[in-house]
Protein backbone atom coordinates (compact mmCIF):
# COMPACT_ATOMS: atom_id res chain seq x y z
CA UNK A 1 0.00 0.00 0.00
CA UNK A 2 1.27 3.33 -0.99
CA UNK A 3 2.11 6.10 1.21
CA UNK A 4 1.36 9.20 -0.63
CA UNK A 5 -0.83 11.26 -0.29
CA UNK A 6 -2.65 13.14 -3.33
CA UNK A 7 -1.25 16.45 -3.77
CA UNK A 8 -2.13 19.05 -6.60
CA UNK A 9 1.40 21.85 -5.99
CA UNK A 10 3.77 21.98 -7.63
CA UNK A 11 7.46 21.69 -6.58
CA UNK A 12 7.98 25.05 -6.05
CA UNK A 13 4.84 25.52 -3.46
CA UNK A 14 6.14 24.42 -0.15
CA UNK A 15 5.09 24.26 3.16
CA UNK A 16 6.02 24.74 6.39
CA UNK A 17 4.76 23.99 9.90
CA UNK A 18 2.38 26.80 11.68
CA UNK A 19 4.28 26.46 14.73
CA UNK A 20 7.48 27.08 12.96
CA UNK A 21 6.46 29.93 11.32
CA UNK A 22 4.99 31.90 14.14
CA UNK A 23 7.98 31.10 16.73
CA UNK A 24 11.01 29.77 14.58
CA UNK A 25 13.44 27.55 16.77
CA UNK A 26 15.95 27.38 13.71
CA UNK A 27 16.98 30.80 13.87
CA UNK A 28 20.60 31.48 13.69
CA UNK A 29 21.65 34.82 14.74
CA UNK A 30 21.39 36.40 17.87
CA UNK A 31 22.73 33.43 20.08
CA UNK A 32 25.23 34.46 22.73
CA UNK A 33 28.21 33.38 22.41
CA UNK A 34 29.19 30.41 24.69
CA UNK A 35 25.39 29.62 25.00
CA UNK A 36 22.94 26.54 24.24
CA UNK A 37 19.56 28.03 25.51
CA UNK A 38 18.23 30.54 23.88
CA UNK A 39 14.70 31.73 25.31
CA UNK A 40 12.17 33.61 22.74
CA UNK A 41 9.23 35.17 24.75
CA UNK A 42 5.91 37.29 23.49
CA UNK A 43 3.16 38.74 24.84
CA UNK A 44 -0.36 38.10 23.24
CA UNK A 45 -3.98 38.63 24.30
CA UNK A 46 -6.43 35.32 24.20
CA UNK A 47 -9.93 35.23 25.33
CA UNK A 48 -9.91 39.23 26.30
CA UNK A 49 -7.13 38.21 28.67
CA UNK A 50 -3.18 38.28 28.43
CA UNK A 51 -1.09 35.70 28.13
CA UNK A 52 2.65 34.90 27.63
CA UNK A 53 4.20 32.72 24.99
CA UNK A 54 7.28 31.36 25.62
CA UNK A 55 9.92 29.00 23.22
CA UNK A 56 12.61 27.80 24.83
CA UNK A 57 15.24 26.48 22.17
CA UNK A 58 18.01 23.71 23.35
CA UNK A 59 21.06 23.26 21.54
CA UNK A 60 23.46 20.17 22.15
CA UNK A 61 27.20 20.45 23.08
CA UNK A 62 28.64 18.72 20.26
CA UNK A 63 26.67 20.08 17.22
CA UNK A 64 26.11 23.81 19.23
CA UNK A 65 23.34 26.34 18.31
CA UNK A 66 21.37 26.08 14.74
CA UNK A 67 23.33 27.37 11.43
CA UNK A 68 21.70 29.57 8.65
CA UNK A 69 22.24 25.78 6.40
CA UNK A 70 19.83 24.31 8.68
CA UNK A 71 16.44 25.92 7.87
CA UNK A 72 17.37 25.71 4.19
CA UNK A 73 17.87 21.60 4.83
CA UNK A 74 14.91 21.42 7.32
CA UNK A 75 12.51 23.32 4.34
CA UNK A 76 14.28 20.67 2.01
CA UNK A 77 12.92 17.36 3.89
CA UNK A 78 9.60 19.40 3.90
CA UNK A 79 9.35 19.63 0.54
CA UNK A 80 9.92 15.97 -0.10
CA UNK A 81 7.98 14.74 2.15
CA UNK A 82 4.89 17.03 0.90
CA UNK A 83 6.27 14.87 -2.60
CA UNK A 84 5.87 11.81 -0.58
CA UNK A 85 2.69 12.06 0.80
CA UNK A 86 3.79 13.30 4.03
CA UNK A 87 5.18 10.02 5.86
CA UNK A 88 6.10 9.90 9.15
CA UNK A 89 9.44 8.56 8.26
CA UNK A 90 11.28 9.70 5.17
CA UNK A 91 13.51 8.49 3.10
CA UNK A 92 15.78 10.12 1.04
CA UNK A 93 19.65 10.85 -0.52
CA UNK A 94 22.14 13.52 0.64
CA UNK A 95 22.14 13.81 -3.28
CA UNK A 96 18.19 14.81 -3.07
CA UNK A 97 18.55 17.15 -0.41
CA UNK A 98 21.90 18.96 -2.09
CA UNK A 99 20.03 18.95 -5.10
CA UNK A 100 16.97 20.67 -4.02
CA UNK A 101 18.98 23.61 -2.63
CA UNK A 102 21.13 24.04 -5.19
CA UNK A 103 24.36 23.61 -3.37
CA UNK A 104 27.30 22.43 -5.49
CA UNK A 105 27.77 17.93 -5.49
CA UNK A 106 30.71 18.69 -3.59
CA UNK A 107 31.94 16.25 -0.36
CA UNK A 108 31.44 19.84 1.57
CA UNK A 109 27.59 19.95 0.51
CA UNK A 110 26.74 16.37 1.92
CA UNK A 111 28.94 17.07 5.45
CA UNK A 112 27.19 20.25 5.86
CA UNK A 113 23.79 18.52 4.60
CA UNK A 114 24.49 15.77 7.00
CA UNK A 115 25.70 17.69 10.11
CA UNK A 116 22.68 20.20 9.51
CA UNK A 117 20.00 16.80 9.36
CA UNK A 118 21.91 15.55 12.49
CA UNK A 119 21.35 19.12 14.53
CA UNK A 120 17.88 19.03 13.64
CA UNK A 121 17.54 15.68 15.41
CA UNK A 122 19.66 16.82 18.72
CA UNK A 123 17.77 20.31 19.10
CA UNK A 124 14.90 20.28 21.42
CA UNK A 125 11.95 23.15 22.13
CA UNK A 126 10.37 23.68 25.10
CA UNK A 127 7.13 25.08 24.49
CA UNK A 128 5.11 26.93 27.00
CA UNK A 129 1.89 27.84 26.37
CA UNK A 130 2.62 28.34 22.61
CA UNK A 131 2.46 25.18 20.73
CA UNK A 132 -0.92 25.18 19.07
CA UNK A 133 -2.41 21.72 18.71
CA UNK A 134 -4.96 22.13 15.91
CA UNK A 135 -6.80 19.20 16.67
CA UNK A 136 -8.15 20.37 20.17
CA UNK A 137 -7.77 24.44 19.21
CA UNK A 138 -6.19 24.74 22.05
CA UNK A 139 -2.07 25.96 23.16
CA UNK A 140 -0.06 23.26 25.17
CA UNK A 141 2.80 23.14 27.07
CA UNK A 142 5.39 20.89 24.93
CA UNK A 143 9.21 19.14 25.11
CA UNK A 144 9.53 18.98 21.56
CA UNK A 145 12.12 18.40 18.74
CA UNK A 146 12.17 18.52 14.51
CA UNK A 147 13.32 14.84 14.42
CA UNK A 148 12.71 12.08 16.45
CA UNK A 149 14.99 9.74 14.80
CA UNK A 150 17.95 10.25 11.81
CA UNK A 151 19.84 7.48 10.10
CA UNK A 152 22.80 9.17 8.12
CA UNK A 153 25.26 6.80 7.09
CA UNK A 154 28.75 8.55 6.89
CA UNK A 155 29.53 7.47 3.53
CA UNK A 156 27.39 6.76 0.74
CA UNK A 157 28.43 4.44 -2.38
CA UNK A 158 28.83 6.70 -5.08
CA UNK A 159 26.68 4.62 -8.00
CA UNK A 160 24.01 4.84 -4.90
CA UNK A 161 23.50 8.50 -4.32
CA UNK A 162 20.28 8.95 -6.51
CA UNK A 163 19.01 6.27 -4.56
CA UNK A 164 17.16 6.77 -0.97
CA UNK A 165 19.60 5.17 1.91
CA UNK A 166 19.19 7.71 4.63
CA UNK A 167 15.95 8.75 6.69
CA UNK A 168 14.68 10.73 9.34
CA UNK A 169 11.54 10.21 11.69
CA UNK A 170 9.70 13.23 12.05
CA UNK A 171 8.82 14.14 15.74
CA UNK A 172 5.41 13.26 16.61
CA UNK A 173 3.80 15.97 17.69
CA UNK A 174 5.29 18.07 15.12
CA UNK A 175 4.46 15.77 12.11
CA UNK A 176 0.49 15.32 13.59
CA UNK A 177 0.58 18.81 13.03
CA UNK A 178 1.67 18.77 9.76
CA UNK A 179 -0.80 15.76 9.42
CA UNK A 180 -3.66 17.82 10.94
CA UNK A 181 -3.23 20.05 8.59
CA UNK A 182 -1.61 23.05 10.33
CA UNK A 183 0.74 23.84 7.52
CA UNK A 184 1.12 27.13 5.69
CA UNK A 185 2.05 27.29 1.73
CA UNK A 186 4.76 29.69 0.56
CA UNK A 187 6.90 29.75 -2.78
CA UNK A 188 10.13 27.35 -2.73
CA UNK A 189 11.73 29.25 -5.51
CA UNK A 190 11.60 32.55 -3.92
CA UNK A 191 12.70 31.38 -0.84
CA UNK A 192 15.85 29.68 -2.20
CA UNK A 193 16.49 33.13 -3.88
CA UNK A 194 16.63 34.86 -0.95
CA UNK A 195 20.09 36.03 0.22
CA UNK A 196 19.81 37.70 3.69
CA UNK A 197 19.09 35.63 7.03
CA UNK A 198 16.58 37.93 8.03
CA UNK A 199 14.33 38.12 4.51
CA UNK A 200 14.61 34.21 5.02
CA UNK A 201 12.84 34.57 8.08
CA UNK A 202 10.65 37.30 7.47
CA UNK A 203 9.40 35.63 4.04
CA UNK A 204 7.54 32.78 6.13
CA UNK A 205 5.64 34.45 8.45
CA UNK A 206 4.76 37.46 6.17
CA UNK A 207 3.21 33.98 4.59
CA UNK A 208 1.26 33.12 7.38
CA UNK A 209 0.26 36.64 8.92
CA UNK A 210 -0.71 38.09 5.55
CA UNK A 211 -0.80 35.60 2.90
CA UNK A 212 -4.21 35.00 2.75
CA UNK A 213 -5.74 38.10 4.27
CA UNK A 214 -7.06 41.27 3.84
CA UNK A 215 -5.50 42.61 6.80
CA UNK A 216 -2.62 44.83 7.24
CA UNK A 217 -0.39 43.27 10.27
CA UNK A 218 1.13 45.67 12.80
CA UNK A 219 4.12 44.36 14.75
CA UNK A 220 6.10 45.86 17.20
CA UNK A 221 9.41 46.18 15.61
CA UNK A 222 11.37 44.96 18.64
CA UNK A 223 8.83 41.84 19.41
CA UNK A 224 9.47 41.36 15.13
CA UNK A 225 13.17 41.78 15.43
CA UNK A 226 14.10 39.65 18.46
CA UNK A 227 11.05 36.87 18.42
CA UNK A 228 10.39 35.96 14.71
CA UNK A 229 13.77 37.10 12.86
CA UNK A 230 16.46 35.99 15.42
CA UNK A 231 18.06 39.38 15.13
CA UNK A 232 20.62 39.85 18.14
CA UNK A 233 19.06 41.90 20.99
CA UNK A 234 21.94 44.00 20.96
CA UNK A 235 20.73 45.67 18.62
CA UNK A 236 17.98 47.31 20.87
CA UNK A 237 16.71 50.48 19.32
CA UNK A 238 14.51 51.03 16.09
CA UNK A 239 17.32 52.53 13.91
CA UNK A 240 19.72 49.81 15.18
CA UNK A 241 17.06 46.94 14.10
CA UNK A 242 15.86 49.05 10.54
CA UNK A 243 19.54 48.81 9.78
CA UNK A 244 18.76 44.77 9.21
CA UNK A 245 15.18 44.96 9.17
CA UNK A 246 14.93 47.62 6.07
CA UNK A 247 17.20 45.37 3.54
CA UNK A 248 15.23 42.70 5.01
CA UNK A 249 11.58 43.67 3.58
CA UNK A 250 12.93 45.55 0.25
CA UNK A 251 14.26 41.89 -0.28
CA UNK A 252 11.16 39.52 0.32
CA UNK A 253 9.15 42.72 -1.48
CA UNK A 254 11.78 42.72 -4.56
CA UNK A 255 11.32 38.70 -5.17
CA UNK A 256 7.37 38.12 -3.98
CA UNK A 257 5.45 41.12 -4.77
CA UNK A 258 2.29 38.69 -4.65
CA UNK A 259 2.68 38.86 -1.03
CA UNK A 260 3.88 42.46 0.39
CA UNK A 261 2.33 45.32 -1.50
CA UNK A 262 4.00 47.68 0.86
CA UNK A 263 5.37 48.63 4.41
CA UNK A 264 5.65 51.56 6.59
CA UNK A 265 6.91 52.33 10.26
CA UNK A 266 4.59 54.35 13.05
CA UNK A 267 5.80 55.39 16.30
CA UNK A 268 3.86 56.09 19.26
CA UNK A 269 5.71 57.14 22.49
CA UNK A 270 8.74 54.57 22.85
CA UNK A 271 6.70 52.10 20.39
CA UNK A 272 7.57 51.66 16.74
CA UNK A 273 5.74 49.31 15.15
CA UNK A 274 6.40 48.20 11.47
CA UNK A 275 3.06 47.71 9.45
CA UNK A 276 2.59 45.25 6.65
CA UNK A 277 -0.24 45.59 3.81
CA UNK A 278 -1.14 42.38 1.73
CA UNK A 279 -0.73 42.22 -2.01
CA UNK A 280 -4.11 43.43 -3.76
CA UNK A 281 -3.00 40.70 -6.45
CA UNK A 282 -2.89 37.84 -3.78
CA UNK A 283 -6.29 39.22 -2.25
CA UNK A 284 -7.69 38.65 -6.08
CA UNK A 285 -6.20 35.20 -6.12
CA UNK A 286 -8.29 31.96 -5.24
CA UNK A 287 -6.43 29.94 -2.97
CA UNK A 288 -5.74 26.58 -4.06
CA UNK A 289 -7.84 23.88 -3.24
CA UNK A 290 -6.43 21.28 -0.64
CA UNK A 291 -5.85 17.74 -1.17
CA UNK A 292 -8.27 16.60 1.53
CA UNK A 293 -11.03 18.81 -0.32
CA UNK A 294 -10.65 17.03 -3.07
CA UNK A 295 -11.24 13.62 -1.19
CA UNK A 296 -14.44 15.02 0.29
CA UNK A 297 -15.43 16.14 -3.21
CA UNK A 298 -14.70 12.28 -4.46
CA UNK A 299 -16.71 11.04 -1.36
CA UNK A 300 -19.98 13.43 -1.53
CA UNK A 301 -19.87 12.24 -5.34
CA UNK A 302 -19.60 8.77 -4.23
CA UNK A 303 -21.78 8.72 -1.91
CA UNK A 304 -24.35 11.16 -2.41
CA UNK A 305 -24.21 11.93 -6.11
CA UNK A 306 -23.15 15.47 -5.67
CA UNK A 307 -19.38 17.76 -4.73
CA UNK A 308 -21.76 19.03 -1.70
CA UNK A 309 -21.68 22.99 -0.52
CA UNK A 310 -19.00 24.27 1.88
CA UNK A 311 -16.71 21.76 3.04
CA UNK A 312 -15.92 22.12 6.70
CA UNK A 313 -12.34 22.46 8.11
CA UNK A 314 -12.50 19.31 10.56
CA UNK A 315 -14.03 17.23 8.15
CA UNK A 316 -11.18 18.17 5.64
CA UNK A 317 -8.53 17.88 8.28
CA UNK A 318 -9.89 14.13 8.97
CA UNK A 319 -9.52 13.26 5.10
CA UNK A 320 -6.30 13.90 4.83
CA UNK A 321 -5.15 12.75 8.45
CA UNK A 322 -6.63 9.26 7.14
CA UNK A 323 -4.90 9.01 3.89
CA UNK A 324 -1.53 10.22 5.89
CA UNK A 325 -1.97 7.01 8.44
CA UNK A 326 -2.73 4.90 5.81
CA UNK A 327 -1.83 5.81 2.39
CA UNK A 328 -3.44 7.13 -0.97
CA UNK A 329 -4.65 3.36 -2.12
CA UNK A 330 -6.36 3.63 1.44
CA UNK A 331 -9.49 6.17 0.35
CA UNK A 332 -10.72 4.65 -2.76
CA UNK A 333 -11.00 1.25 -0.79
CA UNK A 334 -13.07 3.73 2.39
CA UNK A 335 -15.05 4.65 -0.90
CA UNK A 336 -16.14 1.24 -1.50
CA UNK A 337 -16.82 -0.03 1.60
CA UNK A 338 -18.97 2.90 2.86
CA UNK A 339 -20.86 2.59 0.25
CA UNK A 340 -21.31 -0.83 0.87
CA UNK A 341 -22.07 -0.12 4.65
CA UNK A 342 -24.37 2.62 3.70
CA UNK A 343 -26.89 -0.03 1.41
CA UNK A 344 -26.61 -2.56 4.38
CA UNK A 345 -26.51 -1.08 7.54
CA UNK A 346 -27.32 2.89 7.30
CA UNK A 347 -29.58 3.48 4.31
CA UNK A 348 -30.57 6.88 6.07
CA UNK A 349 -26.57 8.40 5.86
CA UNK A 350 -27.27 11.54 4.03
CA UNK A 351 -24.21 13.76 4.78
CA UNK A 352 -20.31 13.06 4.44
CA UNK A 353 -19.88 14.21 8.44
CA UNK A 354 -21.91 10.76 9.18
CA UNK A 355 -19.54 9.39 6.51
CA UNK A 356 -16.34 10.30 8.13
CA UNK A 357 -17.43 9.05 11.61
CA UNK A 358 -16.69 5.04 9.68
CA UNK A 359 -13.20 6.25 9.08
CA UNK A 360 -11.88 4.72 12.56
CA UNK A 361 -13.81 1.93 11.74
CA UNK A 362 -12.26 1.35 8.11
CA UNK A 363 -8.93 2.00 9.91
CA UNK A 364 -9.26 -1.43 11.76
CA UNK A 365 -10.03 -3.02 9.10
CA UNK A 366 -7.08 -1.93 7.25
CA UNK A 367 -4.69 -2.77 9.80
CA UNK A 368 -5.70 -6.03 10.74
CA UNK A 369 -5.26 -7.06 7.43
CA UNK A 370 -1.99 -4.88 6.96
CA UNK A 371 -0.56 -7.36 9.20
CA UNK A 372 -1.43 -10.26 8.13
CA UNK A 373 -0.18 -9.21 4.87
CA UNK A 374 3.20 -8.07 6.33
CA UNK A 375 3.14 -11.54 8.51
CA UNK A 376 3.25 -13.32 4.41
CA UNK A 377 5.29 -10.94 3.16
CA UNK A 378 7.99 -11.49 5.80
CA UNK A 379 7.74 -15.29 5.91
CA UNK A 380 8.09 -15.23 2.11
CA UNK A 381 11.00 -13.17 2.25
CA UNK A 382 12.93 -15.05 5.02
CA UNK A 383 12.10 -17.92 3.28
CA UNK A 384 13.82 -16.69 -0.38
CA UNK A 385 17.09 -15.46 1.50
CA UNK A 386 17.56 -19.26 3.10
CA UNK A 387 16.84 -20.98 -0.12
CA UNK A 388 18.87 -18.73 -2.20
CA UNK A 389 22.01 -18.90 0.74
CA UNK A 390 21.47 -23.21 -0.23
CA UNK A 391 21.73 -23.00 -3.57
CA UNK A 392 24.96 -20.99 -3.51
CA UNK A 393 26.82 -23.18 -0.80
CA UNK A 394 26.07 -26.02 -2.97
CA UNK A 395 27.11 -24.89 -5.91
CA UNK A 396 30.03 -22.56 -4.93
CA UNK A 397 31.36 -24.19 -1.29
CA UNK A 398 34.50 -22.14 -1.88
CA UNK A 399 33.23 -18.72 -2.95
CA UNK A 400 30.32 -18.75 -0.78
CA UNK A 401 32.66 -19.12 2.87
CA UNK A 402 34.84 -16.56 1.73
CA UNK A 403 31.23 -14.64 1.07
CA UNK A 404 29.87 -15.44 4.55
CA UNK A 405 33.84 -14.55 6.15
CA UNK A 406 33.49 -11.24 4.33
CA UNK A 407 29.90 -10.44 5.89
CA UNK A 408 30.68 -10.78 9.23
CA UNK A 409 33.07 -7.81 9.11
CA UNK A 410 30.83 -5.82 6.84
CA UNK A 411 30.12 -2.43 8.22
CA UNK A 412 27.32 -1.77 6.24
CA UNK A 413 25.95 -5.55 6.10
CA UNK A 414 25.83 -5.46 9.78
CA UNK A 415 24.62 -2.15 9.97
CA UNK A 416 21.69 -3.03 8.00
CA UNK A 417 21.32 -6.63 10.07
CA UNK A 418 20.70 -4.80 12.87
CA UNK A 419 18.23 -2.27 11.84
CA UNK A 420 16.31 -4.80 10.61
CA UNK A 421 16.06 -6.78 13.97
CA UNK A 422 15.17 -3.97 16.05
CA UNK A 423 12.52 -2.89 13.44
CA UNK A 424 11.01 -6.42 13.37
CA UNK A 425 8.57 -5.21 16.41
CA UNK A 426 7.64 -2.36 14.39
CA UNK A 427 4.07 -2.67 12.92
CA UNK A 428 4.37 -0.19 10.07
CA UNK A 429 6.39 -2.14 7.24
CA UNK A 430 9.66 -0.70 8.39
CA UNK A 431 11.24 -3.83 8.96
CA UNK A 432 10.00 -5.51 4.83
CA UNK A 433 12.55 -1.62 4.33
CA UNK A 434 15.03 -2.88 6.43
CA UNK A 435 15.23 -6.33 5.37
CA UNK A 436 15.30 -4.94 1.49
CA UNK A 437 18.65 -3.16 2.69
CA UNK A 438 20.55 -6.34 4.09
CA UNK A 439 19.17 -7.79 0.91
CA UNK A 440 21.30 -5.22 -0.99
CA UNK A 441 23.90 -4.92 1.37
CA UNK A 442 24.62 -9.35 0.52
CA UNK A 443 23.82 -8.46 -2.91
CA UNK A 444 27.08 -6.21 -3.35
CA UNK A 445 29.19 -8.17 -1.61
CA UNK A 446 28.14 -11.46 -3.09
CA UNK A 447 28.96 -10.38 -6.68
CA UNK A 448 32.41 -8.69 -5.39
CA UNK A 449 33.38 -12.21 -4.41
CA UNK A 450 32.38 -13.72 -7.08
CA UNK A 451 34.57 -11.57 -9.42
CA UNK A 452 37.37 -11.96 -7.29
CA UNK A 453 36.95 -15.76 -7.31
CA UNK A 454 36.28 -15.72 -11.31
CA UNK A 455 33.12 -17.44 -10.55
CA UNK A 456 30.03 -16.92 -12.73
CA UNK A 457 27.38 -16.97 -10.06
CA UNK A 458 23.73 -16.73 -11.63
CA UNK A 459 22.08 -12.97 -12.23
CA UNK A 460 19.77 -13.16 -9.85
CA UNK A 461 21.95 -13.62 -7.11
CA UNK A 462 22.88 -10.21 -6.88
CA UNK A 463 19.27 -8.98 -7.37
CA UNK A 464 16.28 -9.34 -5.40
CA UNK A 465 13.37 -11.36 -5.49
CA UNK A 466 10.14 -10.40 -6.97
CA UNK A 467 8.35 -11.36 -3.61
CA UNK A 468 10.09 -9.24 -1.51
CA UNK A 469 8.39 -7.07 0.95
CA UNK A 470 8.18 -4.16 -1.70
CA UNK A 471 5.95 -6.71 -3.74
Avoid: C
Avoid at 395 to 413: I, K, M, S, V, W
Amino acid sequence: MSDALPTKEDRHILFDEGNHAELPALLAGGWPRGTLTRVFEKTTVRDGEPATMKWEVMATEKYGPPTDRDSDVYYALVLLSKERGWPRQLWFSLYEIVGILGWSHGGSSYLNARESIERLATLRVKSTNSFYDIATRSYRDEVWGFIETASVPTRERVKERSKPVNYIVWNEHFFQSFAAGYRLPMNWSVYRELDRPASKRLYPILNKRIGNSRRVWAVDIRELAHTHLGISKTRDTPARIREVLDPAIAEVKRKDGDVLQRSWFRKSGRVTKVFFQPSRERKRRAAPESAGADLLKQLQRRLFGSEGGRQRPEHVRAAESFVAAHGADAWPAFLDWAERYRAEQWPDMSSAGGALTLLGRFGEVLGETAARARKRRRKDWIRYIRTEDERMEAGHPQAYETFRNLLRTDRLYQEAVASYRSAEKSTTGIAEIRLDLVWEARGVRLAEVFREEGVQGPDEWAGHPETGPGA
